[in-house]
């Protein structure tokens, strides 16, 4: 039987397949709003699909530049990170603030600005409150404020002893605080060696023998002079002697006026010989003790008047001069003990009583002072209270009084120097640096070191690095500060980058100056003379000689020593003679310490001359130093930088011809 095989199943092309008839199925149940969403699906899963595709293209670097991603790795490179809080200097590297926390921001580049200092616009001014003022020039008094106590006037107190050993049977003053006068008796005291010293002595008086070792009146005496070292006054022994009758009790006198302070002992109590009773001061003038720093102690000076408000007595001044001022300083405080002597003649200067003390003093030191109230006057060594017309003898210690002018005390009024000052807000301190930020155009605020001669209340004297009519800011400048910090600029984090010389050749006022003569003259005179002799050598490239500098450093010393030197003219030598110290054996040490050396001796000209030098001095200014402060001064008008020397020898400029005769000032440009 042959097998014949089934023929194949013949497909219907045009007929749905299963999977078409079952997505059909599907549709149909779900419907239009299920064709819809299942639709939509498809679309968002195919830009997801086309975004996570472009992403992990990115990642994988398969498209883009390389000069793009050196650029970004250049940049994270030289990225900088500070803390908000400037705790720690700024770092590569993110995180946090390893002293606050903070997380460290990037710090920005100053969009690009390269002039010095950062600019902050009017708005963000406003916002964070930036106060500016105008340097200003004047003559300043600075006032020295402490606390101090009143204590008692130590020669006006005496301490009422028992001349001998015996009990006390009565007590006249007793309680602290009553007022006594001379000769009031305070205590009765019973002493058995007093009844026995009393008979030897009318003994002695009765008897008229002679014996071989000493005679009748001898005896007499010594035996007063007994009663004497007992405590008897010479009244008590002329009643002694008219009433011709021992005593077993004496009565106990003060032996001055005043206010018993102490009370010692009490009724009944038996006392040995030295055994303090009483203690009794004269409250009509007592002492206010102050402690001042060594540096506010050292300008300060016998007969200075002090005024203070008691504790006590609020809204009342009083007034005193001092003294005494202590030649040491304590080694625990660190301060010196000054001693104001007060009248007291109202009874309102309490002693344990504290004080607020203030002291008017010069703000430059002076060698004199000019006081009306002591002006061709005569005083008292120990009692500066103690003032005459005429000299004499003080009525308190009996020492001749001496004339105030042998104390610093000038016998008519003297032209108060003039100095540059800054409210005291302007000068931030960082270490050994004071530095302000002085507002070189509107809105640009750049950091300068300023040195401070003294500090007031409110201002602060500015010796160098500032000019008349600058701004600086007052209110705010912390806030400036961390702007220049974020941008890069200098700041309080490194302060000594900051330039030390306003811009521009160095501004003074032209006046007449003093004419010395003497020795003055001839100091003043070799001054100049190893100056000028510096100046050529920094102009020839070569360290000066080291008998040049020493000279210098002598003539200076002596001309310091000079009484008739000014004393804004001594402060400017004195600043010169500093600055030599630290002069350093390398041409650039040399450079760099002639220019503080330049700016006194030029502001020194306007103060003080000599007959040599009158003429012949010119002022000369470079705007290519670095930092600034390019002075200085020659003996001829031929230009020789010092600062540059021969790189670049002519460079600078003719500020003014210093001569003093007329019509020789001159302002000629010599720019290379």
């Known amino acids: 039987?042959?097998?014949?095989?089934?023929?194949?199943?013949?497909?219907?092309?045009?007929?749905?397949?299963?999977?078409?008839?079952?997505?059909?199925?599907?549709?149909?149940?779900?419907?239009?709003?299920?064709?819809?969403?299942?639709?939509?699906?498809?679309?968002v899963g195919t830009v997801l699909a086309c975004l996570w595709t472009i992403g992990f293209a990115q990642r994988q670097s398969w498209f883009g530049s390389n000069t793009t991603a050196t650029v970004s790795k250049s940049t994270a490179a030289n990225q900088r990170y500070v803390c908000p809080m400037m705790c720690v200097p700024p770092t590569s590297q993110p995180g946090r603030c390893p002293v606050c926390g903070m997380e460290l921001v990037e710090a920005t580049s100053g969009g690009g600005d390269q002039q010095p200092g950062v600019s902050i616009e009017p708005a963000a001014r406003r916002m964070i409150g930036i106060r500016t003022a105008k340097v200003t020039s004047g003559s300043v008094i600075r006032t020295l404020r402490t606390i101090g106590s009143i204590e008692y006037d130590e020669s006006g107190m005496s301490t009422i002893a028992a001349y001998t050993s015996g009990r006390l049977e009565k007590l006249f003053a007793d309680y602290e605080g009553v007022p006594v006068s001379a000769g009031d008796d305070l205590a009765v005291v019973y002493s058995p060696e007093l009844y026995t010293a009393q008979a030897e002595f009318l003994s002695a008086n009765q008897s008229n023998a002679t014996s071989r070792f000493i005679d009748a009146n001898r005896l007499q005496k010594l035996a007063a002079e007994k009663l004497s070292e007992l405590g008897m006054t010479d009244k008590q022994l002329e009643t002694l002697a008219r009433q011709n009758k021992p005593e077993s009790r004496i009565r106990i006198a003060s032996p001055q006026s005043g206010t018993v302070v102490e009370k010692l002992a009490v009724e009944g109590d038996y006392v040995k010989t030295g055994q303090p009773i009483y203690r009794v001061a004269n409250l009509s003038t007592v002492w206010l003790m102050l402690d001042l720093f060594p540096d506010d102690a050292a300008v300060v000076r016998f007969g200075q008047q002090v005024e203070a408000e008691i504790t006590s007595a609020p809204g009342k001044v009083f007034s005193g001069r001092i003294a005494f001022i202590s030649p040491t300083v304590d080694r625990k405080t660190r301060t010196v003990s000054v001693r104001v002597e007060m009248q007291n003649d109202d009874g309102l200067l309490k002693p344990g009583d504290f004080a607020?003390?203030?002291?008017?003093?010069?703000?430059?030191?002076?060698?004199?002072?000019?006081?009306?109230?002591?002006?061709?006057?005569?005083?008292?060594?120990?009692?500066?209270?103690?003032?005459?017309?005429?000299?004499?003898?003080?009525p308190i210690c009996d020492m001749p009084l001496i004339s105030t002018a042998e104390l610093g005390f000038s016998p008519s009024p003297l032209p108060e120097p003039t100095v540059i000052t800054v409210p005291r807000s302007a000068v931030l301190m960082a270490s050994d640096h004071s530095v302000v930020y002085v507002e070189s155009e509107p809105g640009r605020f750049e950091l300068r070191q300023i040195e401070v001669g003294a500090l007031t209340q409110n201002q602060a004297i500015v010796a160098a690095g500032l000019a008349e009519g600058e701004v600086v800011a007052t209110d705010g400048n912390f806030l400036i500060d961390s702007q220049s910090q974020l941008a890069g600029k200098p700041s309080l984090l490194d302060p000594s980058e900051a330039p030390r010389y306003p811009p521009g050749p160095l501004q003074f006022a032209m006046g007449s100056p003093q004419t010395l003569a003497d020795t003055a003259a001839e100091a003043l005179d070799r001054v100049f003379t190893y100056y000028f002799a510096i100046q050529k050598s920094l102009a020839l490239d070569t360290v000066p000689r080291q008998q040049d500098v020493d000279q210098l450093r002598a003539a200076l010393a002596d001309l310091l020593g000079a009484k008739q030197l000014p004393d804004a003219a001594?402060?400017?030598?004195?600043?010169?003679?500093?600055?030599?110290?630290?002069?350093?054996?390398?041409?650039?040490?040399?450079?760099?310490?002639?220019?503080?050396?330049?700016?006194?001796?030029?502001?020194?000209?306007?103060?003080?001359?000599?007959?040599?030098?009158?003429?012949?001095?010119?002022?000369?200014?470079?705007?290519?130093?670095?930092?600034?402060?390019?002075?200085?001064?020659?003996?001829?008008?031929?230009?020789?930088?010092?600062?540059?020397?021969?790189?670049?020898?002519?460079?600078?400029?003719?500020?003014?011809?210093?001569?003093?005769?007329?019509?020789?000032?001159?302002?000629?440009?010599?720019?290379?």
């Open 570 to 672: 001594q402060i400017l030598f004195q600043q010169a003679l500093n600055s030599i110290e630290r002069t350093g054996s390398t041409l650039e040490d040399a450079r760099r310490t002639f220019r503080p050396i330049s700016h006194a001796l030029i502001k020194a000209t306007n103060l003080v001359r000599t007959r040599e030098t009158r003429n012949g001095i010119y002022h000369f200014y470079c705007s290519m130093v670095v930092g600034g402060g390019g002075d200085w001064l020659q003996s001829d008008d031929t230009l020789l930088n010092p600062y540059w020397g021969s790189q670049m020898l002519h460079c600078g400029e003719l500020v003014h011809d210093l001569s003093l005769e007329p019509n020789r000032s001159t302002t000629q440009s010599d720019q290379e």
């Open 356 to 394: 607020d003390a203030k002291i008017l003093v010069p703000a430059i030191p002076r060698k004199q002072t000019y006081d009306p109230d002591l002006a061709n006057k005569f005083i008292s060594p120990m009692h500066p209270q103690i003032i005459r017309d005429v000299p004499g003898v003080c």
């Open 1 to 43: 039987m042959h097998y014949q095989a089934p023929e194949p199943e013949k497909v219907n092309l045009t007929s749905p397949s299963r999977w078409q008839r079952t997505v059909r199925t599907m549709f149909v149940r779900l419907g239009w709003i299920g064709v819809f969403a299942l639709k939509s699906l498809f679309v």
